[in-house]
């Protein structure tokens, strides 16, 4: 008997449940970054909020890297549906200590998919992740530093706007 | 219809792989369902999102009932709660044996 569902898709069932389970999650992430944007914006924190829109914009590119893979290995990607997106903020520093948890998450999901597919012998899967490894190296760096400012300049009144202008768009 | 091998059997329900074909079919009692491998794939993430607590709560799922539209529509079935843990059943096991190559199996045999 021929093994007709290896011939029609190049990764493991369990490795696209997985990467279906990341769409959703980087779907989220960009929407969740939306909401930081929007909140950025509202406030005056131009340069957080033009970081924000981009991040929206980095992780939606992420969801879709995915999502094509998957289709490209015959499987089923699933469009997310996203909901109960947080927008209440109480200041910049959270807004930034939220995005760097959710980059946290991220790496997290992350690795439980390589570690996963090196257990399957998916090497393919394993192999596609690793962009996916270092990007999120690079995510949280982005974050770290920036909550450094908050440590380096304080909290309060025009060091929040000091910090604003060092926020560059990568 | 090409002949074909047996998969995976559940309760109500038989799980059929056509090598001629390139596909797969679901004997559902009533009627056999051909699916392509992607048909499939969508079949199984229909039946992964049903939340069958949702069955035993009264405000979730009153009647325990689900509408299931298969192959782009092509299909429709009414099940209950019984037939829907037994699809459930019935493709995790399907997928268990196709996702381990089936070389070595010793479960499919030629009907």
Known sequence: MKDIARQLMSIKVESMDMLNAQIQMEGKASASYLAMASWCDQHAYLQSAEFFYHQASEERSHMMKIFKFINDCGGNAMSPEITQ???????????????????????????????????????????FLQWFVKEQLEEE??????????????????????IDERIKVE | MHPMEIIHSSRFY????????????IDLG??????????????????????????????????????????????????????????????????????????????????
């Open chain 2, 30 to 111: 009533q009627k056999t369902v051909r699916l392509s491998f992607c048909q499939l794939l969508s079949l199984r993430q229909k039946i992964r999102n049903i939340d069958i607590e949702d069955h035993f709560d009264g405000d979730g799922n009153k009647h325990g009932f689900e509408i299931l539209a298969l192959c782009n529509k092509e299909h429709l079935f009414i099940l209950n709660t019984h037939e829907i843990l037994d699809l459930k059943e019935l493709l995790v096991g399907a997928f268990l044996v196709l996702d381990m190559g089936l070389s070595t199996s010793s479960i499919p045999q030629k009907i």
């Open chain 1, 141 to 162: 760096k982005t974050m770290r530093d920036i909550l450094d400012l908050f440590e380096i300049m304080g909290r309060d009144g025009i060091a929040l706007k000091l």
């Open chain 1, 85 to 127: 997106i947080n927008h209440d903020f109480s200041s910049l520093e959270e807004i930034f200590e939220t995005a760097l948890s959710q980059e946290v998450e991220v790496t997290k999901a992350i690795n439980r998919i390589v570690a996963a597919s090196k257990k399957n012998n998916d090497y393919a899967v394993e192999n």
């Open chain 2, 14 to 25: 038989s799980f059929f792989q056509s090598d001629k074909e390139r596909c797969f079919y």
